[in-house]
């Protein structure tokens, strides 16, 4: 592992560096992961920028009426321990209580693991239930992206090469939602999912009534997805566990695991239905604790 | 071609000059000759290498070392204060949590970061504390023992 070291002390250092070094210099955010490849020799850099001295975009920052903007380089453990984060978006709070244990959590960053794109990143399928909107600067300017068009594939996303994530945008939650997270893997620390689901609901009126589902899925596809298919089929439906089931069968049907070292695609396959059902169940228990309209 | 770091280690000022890519355990170890901190897994599994950075735990071989300069970084050398063991190396002690020795300096680490915020932590949160720190001899219920003893309320 040898590169040159940048260590820009600005957001704005850091958008020139890239524009110089575009593809040559490898992002440096927490470094949990880029180190780790770097160290196998997987990855190789000519240069590394290291954004700890961007201390600007360390920040979980509320908005009026209910959202969140966080700064790229908020740290996992910084949403985990944050009590608007838990209050209104429990599901990623919960995500990003389950990246890795406490020593990964303080390093890793929120942003970094979305840009690290992997198919099992945590804190994904969170951001995809709440369709948060990315904000990405070059020297060019900025622009916004949904989570659900960032993703290309494994490792792969649409920054382009002059582009840095600045910040995430959690539009408002509201009403009677409920959201959870639930990742399986073979302990309860240290691992990367081997399925993680987030479901995210809201109740209209009666307990029994969802008005909006919304699955997103991570470790199940080249990329973290939504499954919009089982969404549709639990939509403006009574609830019963038959539904449920349903929707969870479909929500399978919209993966595509592999079989790796974590597991098979068929266990995989059967957890997704298992995982999916649970989590639906705990959204639910969620939305109707919360009886209160609007967000608190 | 190397750079000039400094680094604020156990309340001690070190102006190195070292690789830009070389790791914070690293330069603990060979250059400011800390060994306490263990290198063991080397990719932030083991928890081996845990040191406190700004008071939070982290694992010392996924932070480079020219990026520590400006930190507060406090390793198992600087938990005793004044010639005095922290109570929890002292619980340690009498409960014998020590077996082969190898990850203590990682585990004290991140227990010292959980007993500075939470000073009566249950076991469970011990658990969640200590989650990135293995044991290869399988001493945790020691380890626990010794946690609960440390911070037993009078």
Not at chain 1, 70 to 82: C, I
Not at chain 1, 101 to 113: K, M, R, S, Y
Not at chain 1, 246 to 255: L, T
Not at chain 2, 56 to 74: G, R
């Amino acid at each position: 592992m040898r590169f040159e070291l940048l260590q820009p002390r600005s957001f704005q250092e850091a958008l020139e560096m890239k524009k110089n070094y575009r593809e040559r210099a490898k992002v440096l955010a927490g470094g949990t992961d880029l180190l780790v490849l770097l160290k196998d020799g997987k990855l190789k850099a000519e240069a590394v920028m290291s954004l700890g001295g961007v201390g600007e975009l360390n920040f979980i920052r509320s908005e009026d009426g209910g959202g969140a903007t966080l700064g790229a380089l908020v740290s996992h453990r910084g949403v985990a321990l944050s009590p608007v984060m838990q209050q209104r978006f429990p599901d990623l709070a919960e995500a990003c209580s389950q990246v890795g244990a406490v020593q990964i959590q303080n390093l890793g960053t929120v942003g970094g693991n979305i840009c690290n794109a992997s198919p099992a990143a945590d804190t994904a399928p969170p951001l995809m239930l709440m369709e948060a909107l990315l904000t990405l600067a070059s020297t060019r300017g900025e622009r916004r992206v949904p989570i659900n068009d960032f993703f290309r594939g494994p490792r792969h996303t649409v920054l382009e090469p002059d582009e840095l994530l600045k910040e995430i945008f959690l539009p408002q939650v509201s009403g009677r939602r409920g959201a959870t997270y639930l990742k399986l893997g073979r302990r309860e620390a240290m691992e990367i999912a081997i399925v993680g689901i987030g479901v995210a609901v809201h109740l209209n009126g009666s307990d029994q009534l969802v008005s909006e589902c919304r699955i997103a899925m991570g470790s199940v596809a080249p990329t973290p997805v939504r499954a919009s298919a089982a969404e549709g089929v639990i939509n403006n439906k009574e609830v019963t566990n038959e539904l449920i089931d349903e929707v969870a069968e479909v929500a399978a049907e919209a993966a595509r695991p592999i079989s790796d070292v974590r597991a098979s695609a068929e266990y995989s396959m059967d957890m997704i239905r298992v995982l999916c059902r649970r989590a639906i169940h705990n959204a639910l228990l969620r939305a109707r604790n919360r009886k209160v309209e609007g967000h608190s | 071609m190397k750079i000039p770091v400094r680094l604020n280690v156990n309340g001690e000022t070190y102006e190195l000059v070292i690789a830009p890519y070389r790791t914070l355990v690293d330069v603990l170890r060979e250059e400011i000759r800390l060994t306490g901190s263990k290198k063991g897994c080397d990719v932030g599994d083991c928890g081996a290498c845990t040191v406190l950075m700004d008071g939070k735990p982290v694992n010392s071989c996924l932070v480079l070392a020219a990026t520590a300069q400006d930190k507060e970084i406090v390793t198992i050398e600087g938990l005793a204060q004044n010639g005095k063991l922290h109570p929890l190396q002292e619980a340690f002690i009498k409960e014998g949590a020590v077996q082969c020795g190898f990850c203590t300096p990682g585990v004290l680490m991140s227990l010292k970061a959980l007993v500075d915020d939470n000073p009566a932590p249950t076991p469970e949160d011990v658990k969640i504390a200590m989650a990135g720190n293995l044991c290869r001899c399988t001493g945790y219920s020691k380890i626990f023992k010794a946690v609960a003893a440390a911070t037993r309320q009078p």
